[in-house]
Nanobody, 121 residues
Framework: QVQLVESGGGLVQPGGSLRLSCAAS????????MGWYRQAPGKQRELVAR???????NYADSVKGRFTISRDNAKNTVYLQMNSLKPEDTALYYC???????????????WGQGTQVTVSS
């Protein structure tokens, strides 16, 4: 089994910062891409940022220059540093990880439970 545990969400004023973390644990052989998605009420889930095993990153246009994704491979953890937050960043944020489980050849995708980010004055 694999578990993804997210943390770091909360309420912040516009212009503020938050740092999200997502730690993967369980019978993991290797981790490929890691990413963050978000879903606001009444909207579809969208990609926020993604980082490959080699460290290549891509971001949604709406967060470029404000958000930074990073990973600590030793801790099987992905981070999302969010600066200059705007009310439109308010959403439920999910981490997504593609990995190989011990003894399983194929890659599988896993989702975290979601952490709420609310940007409001």
């Amino acid at each position: 089994q694999v578990q993804l545990v997210e943390s770091g969400g909360g309420l912040v004023q516009p212009g503020g910062s938050l740092r999200l973390s997502c730690a993967a644990s369980g019978s993991i052989f290797s981790i490929n891409a890691m990413g963050w998605y978000r879903q606001a009420p009444g909207k579809q889930r969208e990609l926020v940022a993604r980082i490959t095993s080699g460290g290549s990153t891509n971001y949604a246009d709406s967060v470029k220059g404000r958000f930074t994704i990073s990973r600590d491979n030793a801790k099987n953890t992905v981070y999302l540093q969010m600066n200059s937050l705007k009310p439109e960043d308010t959403a439920l944020y999910y981490c997504n990880v593609f990995l190989r489980r011990v003894g399983v050849e194929n890659l599988s995708g896993y989702w975290g439970q979601g952490t709420q980010v609310t940007v409001s004055s």
